[in-house]
Structures are given as C-alpha cells and as structure tokens.
C-alpha cells in the first residue's frame, strides 16, 4: 500500500501540478463534535454547527480554533492543531520539495485534524459576565509567539470563579452506659440533643456525672465537659477513636500534642470534681506531612476547590455526596475508677456551595486547613 501511495504521490509531484496532501486527503475533512452540556452552538475552522454534529471542513491551516456557547454557560474555546502525516511529508520532499510547495500554495499540507473532538462549558454564577475571546487569528498568533508572548487565549485571564462548601454538622444521638458504675455493661441511645444556633452550631448532652457541649468545626470537635460528680474525672486519650465516614477506626489527637506525637502515648486529661475542661478532638489520620511542614486536612471533605485539577461539576457532586454522611468519637472517661464509655454520633445534614471570583492562592487553602480553636 505504501508503495502504491509513493508512486502516486511521486508521479504528481513530479508533474508539478500536485502535492501529496492534496492528492490523498484533499482540500476538506469530516470531523464530528461533541459539547458538554449537550446542544451548544459554535464554529471550528469558522464551520457552524449544533452539537452533536458531523461537519466538513476545510483542511486549509497549520490550527484551527474550536467555539462553543450556550445560554447559562460560559463561552469556551481551545486550539486543535492539524496531526502532520510524516509519510506523505517526506514523499512531497522528493525532490527538491516540490510537494510542499504545491501543497503549501493549495492549503494542502499533509495531515488531518482529530477525527473527534469535545469541549467542556462550565455553568456562569449569578454574577459572571460570558467572556469575549480575541479573534481566531489572534488566539493562532499567540500561540505561535515566542516566549514569553506565547499563550493560550482560549484560557481567560484568570478563572471567573471558585467553589466553596460549606458543611452544617449536626449531633444527632449520644450512647451511653445504663449502668455507669460497670464497664461494657448495656448501652442506651439518648436523643434529647440540646442545639444553640451560631456559625458552627453549639450541642449539648447532660446526664448525672458529665455536662458535655460540642462544636463541630472546621478541622475537628471542639468540647467542654464538666465534671458533674465529687470525684475527678478522665479522659483517657489512648481510648479516644475517631470512627471515620468509611466506618475505619482511627486514633486522635488534642491540643497540647505536637505533631510529632501523634502516634504516641497520650496522658489521659484529668477534670477535677465541679470543673470543666475544655479541649479539641482532631483525628490523626487528618495530619499528613508536606515539604513545608505538617498539614491538618478538614474534617469532613474539601471547603475549596482548586482551579486545577477538578472541575466545578466534579466538585459540585463529591461535597453534595456527603449529606447524610456518619461518623463518631468514642469519648471513654473514668469516673469513680469505672470506665464509661460515650459515643457521640455526628451527621452531615446539609451542603451549601458558594462561587466567589478570582482563583484561590496555596496559601489560603493551607490557611483554610490551619487548625484553629473557636471563640465560647
């Protein structure tokens, strides 16, 4: 077959009249296009169509621009370069590079553009403007530049927006001993959950030995107990597990315990008769070490989105998925020398997603994974 093609390409160019690209892929080519969200409008090569459609185009430069719009959505573009076909090249070489000039001269050059192409839109906020992109040759013109004037103009200025979720956290149901004097004795599910509206929710349970109130922040459980009896109280932090969303087990950390520490032994936190203590549960499989320094992740999935790396629908689905999601902190505390054993049952119930502009720096998503203490 290459054989056949060589010495019909060498034949026309030979003749003059020919080039290579001409003669085999001719002067146009069928693409087919697809959009996300379907039906946008757009042009590529300046052709128009209504996607999903099959279109003819001419085959006629080096690049070409692909458009799409739709109502509610940000316009979006990209650059598709015509796939040269070495093959053919080096026949239209022979000799003297005649092909190529014909081919050049006709528009011809050998090669073809992806057989199929897609473009993305992304959703505009209720304060986004659509963005006007620069003409086709211009958008070609820079890519084409020399550094640093090469760039993609395809790609806005900066990234019109960025999410943020934002997780309302609830207490749902303390279990308790029904015998607090005996150790792995039954356990009772109480629901009379006490509830003070603020930015993060404030709870509280109460029974004969423990008043306990919690915070469900950012980057872990905020607490205060205090000590209802005449006795002292512990809380014996080598017992304390964190059951994560996936039901895993996990150790944790307070505050006071470097990072370093993590995984040793901690003392238990002794609370004297009528006192209170007020501390922070921060899960220990939150804490991971980075080139600069250790890094405490959010308790309970991501408060921004990067503007790589995910799309605004990705994100938009895997923060929503977590509604309705579990999990729970076995809060073990001796009282009277018998361990009692407390399961603080939490639930995600409800997601909200805000858009701001601008594109979040690395130093404020570190910042927003800082662990902080809240104001009582």
Not at 250 to 264: E, I, Q
Request: hydrophobic share 40%; glycine share 8%; with cysteine.
């Amino acid at each position: 077959m290459r054989l056949s093609l060589a010495f019909l390409c060498t034949a026309f160019v030979l003749s003059g009249l020919f080039g290579c690209g001409l003669v085999l892929q001719g002067r146009t080519q069928t693409v087919s296009i697809l959009t996300e969200p379907p039906a946008a409008a757009g042009t590529f090569a300046g052709v128009p169509f209504e996607a999903p459609a099959d279109i003819t185009v001419p085959r006629h430069r080096n690049g070409a621009v692909l458009h799409a719009s739709k109502a509610g959505y940000q316009p979006a573009c990209k650059v598709v370069w015509l796939k040269r076909a070495p093959f053919l090249i080096t026949l239209d070489s022979i000799p003297a590079a005649l092909g190529l000039l014909v081919d050049r001269l006709a528009g011809t050059w050998p090669g073809q553009y992806p057989a199929d192409l897609k473009i993305t839109l992304e959703e505009l906020g209720d304060q986004d403007q659509p963005y006007r992109f620069p003409p086709d040759d211009e958008i070609l013109a820079a890519y084409n530049s020399p550094p640093p004037r090469h760039r993609d103009l395809c790609q806005p200025p900066e990234p019109l927006r960025v999410w943020t979720a934002w997780f309302s956290m609830s207490l749902v149901s303390v279990d308790r001993p029904t015998q607090p004097g005996r150790r792995y004795g039954q356990v009772e599910r109480v629901g009379n959950i006490t509830r003070e509206e603020r930015t993060f929710p404030k709870f509280g349970y109460r029974d004969a030995n423990i008043s306990l109130t919690v915070v469900p922040v950012i980057d872990g459980i905020e607490f205060e107990l205090e000590n209802l009896t005449e006795h002292s109280e512990k809380i014996l932090w080598d017992e304390v597990v964190f059951a994560d969303f996936d039901k895993t087990s996990n150790r944790v950390m307070h505050a006071g315990v470097r990072y370093l520490d993590r995984d040793l032994s901690h003392p238990p936190s002794v609370v004297a008769p009528r006192n209170l203590l007020k501390d922070i549960i921060l899960p220990v499989n939150r804490v991971v070490e980075e080139r600069e320094g250790f890094v405490h992740r959010p308790l309970f999935g991501s408060l921004i989105r990067q503007c790589t790396g995910e799309t605004e629908e990705q994100f938009r689905r895997r923060t929503e998925g977590l509604k309705g999601a579990l999990f729970s902190i076995v809060l073990p505390v001796e009282i009277a020398g018998v361990v009692n054993e407390y399961t603080l049952n939490f639930q995600i119930e409800s997601v909200e997603l805000r858009t701001g502009h601008g594109c979040p720096s690395p130093e404020a998503i570190a910042a927003q994974e800082a662990i902080r203490r809240g104001s009582w």
